[in-house]
């Protein structure tokens, strides 16, 4: 079973802390994504697995066995890099076999392997080329290759995607799912990029100073973030925040920002939901208009400040009172103007809401 542990890992560089205790552990098949801003300590958990990156404290094991003091090469990994790192010189064929060829396999088996992952990727074309006479993504998809011609039991990918333009990103997003499909090999993927996280994983570990902050699948990551912290880095446009407090209304919980309040009867507490200061999250297509928003546990007016139109729908930015914003999505065809008044609901049950001194979900 190609299990991937990391038990109480910590990565120092002089005084400076980069990981602090993490623990993690990778089922057998499954494709894990490691999210969080540049810094967050992604790259230096994915090198500590590879074995390319000295630890501090803590242990790593693959597949049952203790790899923490053991090389690279013998930790059944593969790795696809940022930067494809492919020999200029050598054909895409000469790309994919070099390793093999290194390590003695017998020629018609080089050339099975070879062949086989090149029709997975749909590079079998292309065999003769050189790296200079690919696209970027054909380069990324030759350096998958290398990956895939090898008996790995692990596959580990330092954000492979962000060399791409927008267009060849999706792609090949789409054929790493795909393959992931087929192969189910255990994945551990870095990246920064959410609808990245939350397209290929079967789990995101949103990551924070060194440390993970949540682990689940993309719906509880999206649906019940467990900090602020969370709820801000996933969802795009990015989930509203109000400010304001929980108070007690004729013994009921409700949040209450300026002189507006919303009921917090249908709000599942994590916690007791005493009175504090706290953020009221919902997402953008969350809040509902038009003439569902009175059926709402919280509805009100508010004024439309500005438009950015997406295509299929329409971002409206609107006034929230005490200097705040909301924003909203309308479908395009509503037809919506700057200084419009709309009427907006809100139902407590799809409100995250979290602790302003803690920044935990309460
Ligand atoms: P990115 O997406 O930018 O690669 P990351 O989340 O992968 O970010 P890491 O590369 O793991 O972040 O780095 C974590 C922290 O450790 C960063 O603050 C970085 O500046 C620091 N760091 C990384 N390598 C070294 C080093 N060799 N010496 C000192 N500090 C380092």
Known sequence: MAEVEARNI?????????????????????????????GCGKSTLLNAVAGLQ??????????????TWAEPKDRGIAMVFQSYALYPKMSVRENLSFGLRVSGMPKEEIARRVSRAAETLQLSAMLDRRPSELSGGQRQRVAIGRVLVRDAEVFLFDEPLSNLDAQLRVELRREIKRLHRTLRATSLYVTHDQVEALTLADRIAVMNKGKIEQIGSPAEIYERPSTRYVAAFIGSPAMNFLEGGIETVSGEPVFKWGDRSIPLQHYAFTDAGDQRSASFGIRPEHLVF????????????????????????????????????IGLRAPSEMRLAEGDRIPIGISAKNASIFDAASGRRV
């Open 290 to 325: 038009g003439d569902r928003a009175a059926a709402q546990d919280f509805h009100g007016e508010f004024v439309i400040d500005m438009l950015e139109p997406m295509g299929s729908d329409t971002l409206a930015w609107c006034n929230a009172g005490s200097g705040q914003t």
């Open 54 to 67: 000295e630890i501090s404290a803590g242990q790593i094991w693959i597949s049952g066995r203790n790899v």
């Open 10 to 38: 910590s990565i120092s560089y002089g005084s400076f802390k980069a990981l602090q205790e993490l623990n993690l552990k990778i089922s057998h098949g499954e494709f894990l994504v490691l999210l969080g801003p540049s």
